[in-house]
């Protein structure tokens, strides 16, 4: 099994900036595809960012430019790190984590950006 843990979160102005962070543990061996999603109230779950074992990285279009991706292997943990933040930005953000076949999720964390 995978657990993961998410952090950061918090409510910050228009233009400010988060850093999210997801722990991993357990039997994290071999997964392959590590994932950030939001779900605003409301609104359908949307993929974020993507980061895959090779490096490769890719970004929701809303998000380009703005936040980014990235990962401590050593750590076992994936960051995301949120600049120029927007009101649209407001979510319940969750990681996600996949390997051959099954999808592991942590609890999720909030991120509110006021205007």
């Known amino acids: 099994q995978v657990q993961l843990v998410e952090s950061g979160g918090g409510s910050v102005q228009a233009g400010g900036s988060l850093r999210l962070s997801c722990a991993a543990s357990?039997?994290?061996?071999?997964?392959?595809?590590w994932n950030w999603y939001r779900q605003a109230q409301g609104k359908q779950r949307e993929l974020v960012a993507r980061i895959a074992s090779g490096g490769s990285t890719n970004y929701a279009d809303s998000v380009k430019g703005r936040f980014t991706i990235s990962r401590d292997n050593a750590k076992n943990t994936v960051y995301l790190q949120m600049n120029s933040l927007k009101p649209e930005d407001t979510a319940v953000y969750r990681c996600?984590?996949?390997?051959?076949?099954?999808?592991?999720w942590g609890q999720g964390t909030q991120v509110t950006v006021s205007s």
């Open positions: 996600n984590a996949l390997r051959a076949g099954n999808s592991y």
């Open positions: 357990g039997s994290i061996f071999g997964i392959n595809i």
